[in-house]
C-alpha cells in the first residue's frame, strides 16, 4: 500500500487523483492527522497505515515566509522528513522524497545535474538541503526528486495568481531574467508512480538509492510563462492583460530566486524510464481547470 503525505497540496492531490483513477492500493495524509512539526502524528500514523512504500510530498513551501519562520521550514523540510524517512528505513520499505530547484544558487549557467555542489540562497532552500542530507543519511531506500515551479490546476500557484491577477489588472510586470521550467504537478505525481512501478517490478536496487531531478522538459522565464498562460486562457474567452518583463531587481523578494534552475533530468530516465513530457504540452489543460475554478460569479 502506497502512503501519501501531503495530501492538501498540489502534488498530494494530483497523486491521489491518479492513484484513484489508476485502482491503487493508497491511503493519504494531511494535517492535523499527519504533522511534522508534532512527531507524534507521524510516528502514529506511520504505523497505523503500515505502508509498503511512501511517498512524501509534504512539505512547507512558502519560500518568502521560511525567512521569518524558520522553525516550521526545517520541521516540514528538514526534521520531519528525516523522521519519515527513519521509519521507512526501520520498515525497510522505498521512501519517495520530495525536493526543489533551490537547493541551487543558479549561476552555474547550464541546466544542473545532480552531482552538482547545492548552494541555497535562502533559508527554504537550506532546509530542503538539510532535508535531503538527512533523508540519506537515516540509511532509507531513499529515492528524491528535485522538481521545479510546479503549479496544478487548483491550489496555490503561479498560474494561478497570474490568471486572478490578469482579471483584475490591464498590464501585469513579470520577471524576465530568471530561467527555468515549470513543472505539472500531474506529471510528476505520473513520474513519481512509474517510479513506484519500477521499483516494484525490479525490486529494490542500489542505483535507486540518491537525488533525482525531475523537472517538465524545457525551459522558460517567469515572463515566458506567464505570457503562454495568457495564450491559453485567451482560447476560453478570457481577455488577456499586457504582460511586461522586468527584472529581478525590478522585484526585490525577502529570499533571492536562482536567476537559471534548469534541472537535467537525464538520470531519472535512464533510472527508472521514465519522462516528463514538454511543460507546454501539459499547460493548456491546467490553465483550463483553473479558469473554471476561478470563473468570476
Ligand atoms: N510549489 C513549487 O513551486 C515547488 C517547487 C520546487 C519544489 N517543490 C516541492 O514539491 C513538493 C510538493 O510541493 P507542492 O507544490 O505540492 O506544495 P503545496 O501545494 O504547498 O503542499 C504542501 C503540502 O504539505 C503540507 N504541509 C505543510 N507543512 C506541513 C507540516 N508541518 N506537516 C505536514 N504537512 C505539511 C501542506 O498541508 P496544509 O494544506 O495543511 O498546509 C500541503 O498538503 C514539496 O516538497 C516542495 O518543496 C515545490
Avoid at 113 to 127: F, H, K, L, Q, R
Avoid at 191 to 202: E, Y
Avoid at 256 to 276: A, E, I, M, W
Wanted: aromatic residues 8%.
Amino acid at each position: 500500500m502506497i502512503l501519501i503525505t501531503g495530501a492538501s497540496g498540489q502534488l498530494g492531490q494530483d497523486l491521489i487523483t491518479l492513484c484513484r483513477a489508476q485502482g491503487r492500493d493508497f491511503a493519504a495524509l494531511a494535517r492535523p492527522d499527519f504533522d511534522f512539526e508534532k512527531p507524534d502524528t507521524v510516528i502514529a500514523s506511520f504505523s497505523a497505515a503500515q505502508p509498503t512504500i511512501v511517498i512524501n510530498a509534504a512539505a512547507y513551501t512558502a519560500v518568502d515566509k521560511a525567512e521569518t519562520d524558520q522553525d516550521a521550514a526545517r520541521a516540514g523540510n528538514h526534521t520531519g522528513p528525516r523522521l519519515l524517512a527513519e521509519l521507512c528505513a526501520a520498515a525497510d520499505i522505498p521512501f519517495i522524497h520530495v525536493s526543489t530547484d533551490y537547493v541551487f544558487d543558479g549561476n552555474k549557467g547550464a541546466p544542473y545535474v545532480e552531482t552538482d555542489p547545492p548552494n541555497p540562497t535562502g533559508i527554504y532552500g537550506a532546509s530542503k538541503r538539510a532535508g535531503e542530507e538527512a533523508v540519506l543519511a537515516t540509511g532509507a531506500k531513499a529515492v528524491i526528486l528535485r522538481t521545479a515551479w510546479v503549479y496544478a490546476g487548483h491550489g496555490k500557484n503561479f498560474a494561478r495568481t497570474m490568471l486572478n491577477a490578469g482579471r483584475k489588472m490591464p498590464v501585469l510586470r513579470v520577471v524576465a531574467d530568471q530561467r527555468g521550467t515549470p513543472t505539472a504537478a500531474a506529471d510528476l505525481a505520473a513520474a513519481i508512480l512509474g517510479i513506484v512501478d519500477k521499483i516494484n517490478q525490479t525490486g529494490w536496487q542500489p542505483g535507486y538509492q540518491g537525488i533525482f531531478h525531475a523537472t517538465n522538459a524545457g525551459e522558460t522565464t517567469w515572463h515566458g510563462f506567464a505570457t503562454a498562460i495568457f495564450e491559453e486562457a485567451a482560447r476560453h474567452g478570457y481577455e488577456s492583460p499586457e504582460v511586461q518583463p522586468i527584472t529581478t531587481a525590478d522585484w526585490p523578494t525577502p529570499t533571492r530566486r536562482p536567476p537559471d534552475s534548469r534541472l537535467d533530468c537525464s538520470r531519472l530516465t535512464q533510472t527508472f524510464g521514465v519522462n516528463l513530457p514538454d511543460w507546454r504540452a501539459s499547460l493548456g489543460p491546467i490553465v483550463a481547470a483553473l479558469l473554471a475554478l476561478d470563473a468570476p460569479g
